[in-house]
């Protein structure tokens, strides 16, 4: 790879694991899901100008973007409320061991030996992990991620089957651009149903709030995904999905750094199981098929 890219390469886990550092302080006294929605309504404004109107599958992609923004990001960053940022950056990555087995069960793929051990790993870093004396008492917040992760799962799963019967007809851009579009009033009206005191939230919300939103909104989902996009336009997948496995270093190196997040024993050692899991599985799954971002 190019110097040139592979910055730009970087930029992709820096800004994606940075996101939940961010928002860890802002979700502990902001509703969740309302900053979701204006995060990716800030999104769609920036980046719908840019793609065209994929007339044909906006139906489809109106059930896609609950599954996979409205309702997995619901659970995630309601999950952050009660966890630590590191803590849900770890167990964010089951998201790949779901995702083969969403693919095992609904698509009817197969999984080779490699892969299954690569899961056994993964999964086994995610009970250690969850069961560091720190988590004591929080599964509430365990039990949304893991479900946001298997939402994301399905929802990857789901877009994998509209791509193949609709071979070309939607770019990666194209997809979260409208992904962005069609979730912003599914996410504010989740909001008004399950969220209380919305306008007295926003009058009283800090410069931070709006800092974290724009950063969420702007860099971990305009640039973070330009960046996905233009590496994967320009490389094989080997070369670009490597650099993923880098997320949650910088998630729990930030949340070292800017939140003073402390880190046993028991998360180290679950958290390397975890990351060298998804790295066998993600590897491997390289030789069979394209990897797309998130």
């Known amino acids: 790879m190019k110097p040139i890219d592979i910055l730009i390469a970087l930029v992709v886990p820096l800004s994606w694991g940075l996101g939940l550092v961010m928002a860890k302080p802002t979700v502990d006294q902001f509703p969740p899901i309302l900053l979701m929605a204006m995060r990716f309504g800030l999104a769609a404004f920036v980046l719908v100008w840019f793609v065209p109107v994929p ?122 651009a409208w992904i962005a579009v069609l979730s912003t009033p599914q996410l504010f009206l989740a909001s008004l149903i399950f969220e209380r005191g919305h306008w007295a939230h926003i009058a009283g919300a800090t410069p931070y709030v ?44 930030g949340a070292w750094l800017f939140l003073d997040e402390a880190l046993s024993v028991e998360f180290l050692i679950g958290g390397i199981l975890t990351m060298l899991g998804v790295a066998i599985m993600t590897l491997v799954g390289l030789r069979r098929a394209p990897v797309r971002g998130r």
């Open 55 to 176: 007339r044909k599958l906006l139906r489809e992609l109106t059930v896609i973007a609950f599954v996979v923004a409205t309702l997995q990001y619901g659970l995630t960053f309601y999950g952050l409320r009660y966890l630590d940022a590191s803590t849900t950056a770890l167990i964010v990555q089951s998201e790949t061991p779901f995702l083969l087995l969403v693919g095992v069960i609904w698509l009817g793929e197969r999984l080779n030996m490699v892969q299954i051990a690569g899961m056994v790993v993964a999964f086994a870093g995610i009970v250690i992990i969850t069961g560091a004396p720190k988590l004591e008492g929080q599964w509430l917040g365990i039990s949304m991620v893991l479900a946001g992760s298997a939402t994301w799962a399905f929802g990857q799963a789901m877009m994998r089957r509209l791509n193949a019967r609709h071979p070309g007809a939607l770019s990666g851009l194209s997809a979260i």
């Open 210 to 253: 709006w800092l974290t939103v724009a950063y969420l909104g702007l860099i971990m989902t305009a640039l973070g995904y330009a960046c996905w996009y233009h590496v994967l336009g320009r490389y094989p997948a080997s070369h670009a999905a490597p650099f993923l496995l880098l997320i949650p270093v910088s998630s729990v190196t």
